[in-house]
């Protein structure tokens, strides 16, 4: 149940975006989530909204103006190793589609499925961990 909220400087065509949602998809595939668990929500942001440091902490060389901030909200207790799995996949992913591995910041915030529905008011049951 990742949902991406992806944060980018306005200007970005629709074809940009749908590859990049792609790519975040394919990414979230391949770490394991499911085929039919997409759900994503991109922001562009004006440039005088949108600052960061272009080499924060220590980026071998500085970030563009086309990197993402992609925020991943995840169930409680999500373990580190599927977060490291998705980041590379998207990492990988991204790339693949053109962005610079310096451009794509990734924050992972976690809540417990009984906080949200997934729609109809139903509650997603609980993650069995094994």
Request: net charge negative.
């Amino acid at each position: 149940m990742p949902l991406f909220t992806v944060t980018v400087r306005a200007g970005r065509s629709a074809d940009e975006i749908e590859s990049l949602s792609s790519a975040i998809h394919a990414a979230s595939v391949v770490a394991g989530y499911p085929a039919n668990d997409l759900f994503q929500r991109f922001l562009s942001l004006e440039p005088s909204h949108f600052r960061v440091d272009p080499q924060y902490p220590a980026l071998p060389k500085p970030r563009t103006g086309q990197m993402l901030i992609i925020e991943v909200l995840v169930s409680s207790g999500t373990e580190t190793e599927r977060k490291r799995a998705l980041v590379k996949s998207l990492v990988e992913h991204l790339a693949a589609a053109g962005v610079e591995p310096n451009d794509i910041m990734v924050f992972f915030l976690e809540t417990d499925r009984a906080n949200g529905s997934f729609g109809g008011g139903l509650f997603a049951p609980p993650v069995t961990f094994t």
